[in-house]
């Protein structure tokens, strides 16, 4: 459903991921698309390789994983622009999956391990992700008034 919105009379998409952004092509989601996929094989790449042995501060690696998997529900959700809702589960399980994924060939290997704390922080990252989508967007409607 398309409706006007404030003074400027943009188009927008009630419902759509981004509510209150004008509506783009379909080539503007395929872009987006791309970037998030790129995005995920480049992590699983940095993720899977040796560490550098440099010690960080504590608690370093979940904050890591904290911001990786906020940034990626925000490119998700910017190349599937049609979630809304319910759909919002497919995002969370497909990323949480990939966090169990990565996880999971970590363990495999002799020089990373497996680490539920982790998959806690990936979850932090995906809600934290979420919460930064909905205030974006809240801005961004109280803006065109």
């Given at each position: ?18 509510e209150?952004?004008?509506?783009k ?13 790129f995005t995920?094989?480049v ?6 390789l040796?560490?550098?042995g440099?010690?960080?501060?504590p608690g370093q ?19 599937h622009?049609?979630?809304?809702s319910r759909?919002w589960?497919?995002?969370y ?5 990939y ?32 919460c ?8 961004r409607?109280f803006?065109?008034?």
């Open positions: 459903m398309m409706v006007n919105v404030g003074h400027n009379s943009q188009q927008v998409k009630r419902g759509s991921v981004l209150g952004e004008p509506v092509s379909g080539l503007h989601a395929i872009v987006w698309q791309l970037i998030f996929y995920l094989s992590v699983m790449v940095f993720a899977l040796p560490t550098s440099v010690p960080g501060f690696d979940k904050l890591m994983h904290l911001m990786v998997f906020s940034v990626l529900f925000m490119l998700g959700a910017k190349g622009p049609g979630l809304v759909k589960l497919y995002l399980l497909g990323l949480l999956f966090g169990l994924l990565m996880e999971f060939l970590q363990g495999q290997t002799s020089y990373r391990s497996m680490e539920v704390w982790d998959l806690v922080a990936d979850g932090l990252g995906l809600i934290v992700g979420h930064c989508l909905m205030l974006y967007s809240t801005i409607v803006k065109s008034f």
